[in-house]
């Protein structure tokens, strides 16, 4: 049985099905669905950002420390050069045929020297110093005097390897440190040395395995020597460079070149060293010799000393030097020619 409220209802439905249609209740209805689907995308592209920069984070520190280390110290490196053959290790006072880049991100000041039979770096800062040397023959390490303070007692040599090279190990007690010495073969015909304060041979050998020998530096000073006397020959180049607010004089500086050296010799045996360090503005007094166009003085009987800006310049005739004249010295003077520019190695 049909019931009033039915028949209502029905009348109500046909008389909405032929009439028009209000849309606006649907928009609105569509707009809040939207805004809630962006909201959750949204939702799920934080919670995914999170997520991928967790498991970045996660993969940085599973990276081993020794593995990623600092930049290097560009500041006290040589200018690259062309790798040449290993016949020329410590026989070109031009090249240095070895990389320690990787051990100088936290040095303050860095010396290299090559020349007279064999290479090396020494460089100093907060988290301590080492040495590293290159040479052809173990006599020529041997031959190296030690630099860096120890005990004076090392101890027993232990077999190690560097890399897959073999090599031996030895420390000296330096107070609460241990100085170890590590050397071992990188190459047949080549002999390796690295000098380091560390607490186990691992850690020295470590630090060993760091060294590179597929690149070559130029060792270079601000300076070039044009009048040597007869035989003659460059022997020896040494340079320091610093990233302290002090030079090699003690006085305020930006860092950078804090000194240079070379030696002159000769198959007689005789040689002489000539060193150069900025102080611009120093004058020397009373500078009564004449060494080409400049001015120059004596320091005592054996070394003479000019100022050619912004260096201060001297020469070693004794323990520096041995068997060059004074007239001999001023000659090598005389030929002194500085560089233009200090704060561009590349340039030397």
């Known amino acids: 049985m049909v019931s009033d409220l039915d028949r209502r209802l029905a009348a109500t439905l046909a008389h909405r099905a032929g009439g028009d249609i209000d849309p606006t209740p649907i928009v609105e209805q569509a707009r ?6 962006r909201r959750r995308r949204r939702g799920l592209l934080a919670v995914g950002a999170a997520a991928a920069c967790v498991a970045l984070a996660a993969l940085v520190l599973t990276v081993p420390p020794g593995d990623d280390p600092m930049p290097p110290a560009t500041a006290l490196l040589l200018p690259e050069a062309t790798l040449q053959n290993g016949l020329a290790v410590g026989a070109d006072p031009t090249t240095v045929h070895f990389s320690a880049d990787a051990l100088m991100s936290s040095a303050e000041s860095a010396t290299w020297r090559t020349g007279r039979g064999s290479e090396s770096v020494e460089f100093r800062g907060p988290d301590g110093s080492a040495r590293f040397a290159l040479a052809r023959t173990v006599a020529a390490l041997d031959a190296l005097p030690q630099t860096l ?5 090392p101890q027993p040599r232990t077999d190690v390897r560097v890399g897959d090279r073999p090599g031996v190990a030895w420390f000296d007690p330096s107070g609460d440190q241990k100085l170890w010495f590590v050397r071992w073969q990188p190459a047949d015909g080549l002999w390796a040395q690295l000098d380091t304060y560390a607490a186990t041979s691992d850690e020295a050998t470590g630090t060993a395995g760091r060294v590179r020998f597929d690149g070559a530096r130029r060792c270079v000073v601000p300076f070039r020597l ?7 020959r460059l022997l020896e180049c040494s340079v320091t460079f610093s990233r302290s607010e002090k030079s090699a004089l003690g006085r305020s500086e930006k860092g950078g070149f804090a000194e240079g ?11 002489l060293t000539v060193r150069a360090q900025p102080a611009p503005g120093q004058r020397v007094r009373s500078a009564d010799l ?11 009987s054996d070394v003479l000393e000019m100022t050619v800006e912004p260096c201060f310049v001297e020469a070693f005739r004794k323990g520096w030097g041995e068997g060059y004249t004074e007239a001999e010295a001023l000659t090598i003077l005389g030929g002194y020619r500085p560089a233009a520019d200090l704060d561009h190695p590349d340039t030397w």
């Open 32 to 37: 809040q669905n939207g805004r809630r689907l």
């Open 149 to 153: 303070s120890s005990s004076g007692r």
């Open 226 to 232: 044009e009048s040597l006397p007869a035989g003659a």
């Open 261 to 271: 050296s070379l030696v002159v010799g000769d198959d007689a045996g005789r040689w």
């Open 290 to 300: 004449v060494a080409g166009p400049y001015r120059a003085r004596r320091q005592g």
